[in-house]
């Protein structure tokens, strides 16, 4: 159950980021370049409007979606990674340099996570906010500790599956959330096999 939240967590958090700063950024433009059109009415109601606040609050959202993008990749196996040499280990060797690096990974997100909590309560007891929305600051870098414990527990979800079944996550690429393909759609029932013919026939 836990588990099911944060994915939809995730997939939610990165789907939506990304599609309102795309958003706010092309109404941005368009009001701008629009703004110097000089069209009775129209001009003066785009230049009473302010978007002035855009630009930041995107970079916010951008930042946001980086850190919980970075679980999401940790999850999914997307991150980029050279492998060559560990592979050409022997199995044994393999497996101890694997495990060393997501535990290694997870130290390190997590030691971040916990600098970043520290941060952002220092800045819960000020008075700092953003420069053009007035955000309180903490509430800013609130995503540094969220986006790095969850990457910090993606490394060691990783390390708990890998010793468990031996394999590490692998972005499919074929497959799209919530679309089945024509195959699995038309795919035949499976019956249970004949008992003649795994006896030749004979009773």
Wanted: glycine share 8%; with cysteine; charged share 15%.
């Amino acid at each position: 159950m836990i588990l099911r939240f944060l994915d939809r967590f995730e997939e939610v958090m990165i789907t939506f980021l990304m599609a309102a700063a795309t958003m706010i950024i092309f109404v941005a433009v368009v009001h701008r370049y629009a703004s110097g059109l000089s069209i009775p009415g129209v001009q003066d109601f785009l230049l009473g409007l302010n978007f002035a606040w855009a630009q930041e609050l995107c970079i916010y959202m951008f930042v946001w979606m980086a850190k919980i993008g970075a679980a999401y990749g940790v999850r999914t196996g997307i991150h980029v990674g050279v492998d060559v040499l560990i592979n050409a280990l022997s199995t044994e060797w393999r497996n101890k340099f694997i495990i060393f690096g997501l535990l290694a990974g997870a130290l390190f997100t997590g030691t971040v996570g916990t600098f970043a909590t520290l941060f952002v309560h220092e800045l819960f007891y000020t008075e700092q906010v953003s420069a053009d929305m007035e955000l309180p600051m903490w509430l800013v870098y609130l995503g540094m500790p969220i986006g790095s414990y969850l990457m910090c527990f993606r490394f060691l979800q990783a390390c708990y599956r890998f010793i468990r079944t031996g394999s590490l996550p692998r972005p499919d690429h074929t497959k799209v959330e919530g679309i089945e393909t024509v195959e699995t759609l038309h795919e035949p029932a499976t019956t249970p096999a004949d008992p003649s013919s795994q006896t030749g026939g004979k009773s």
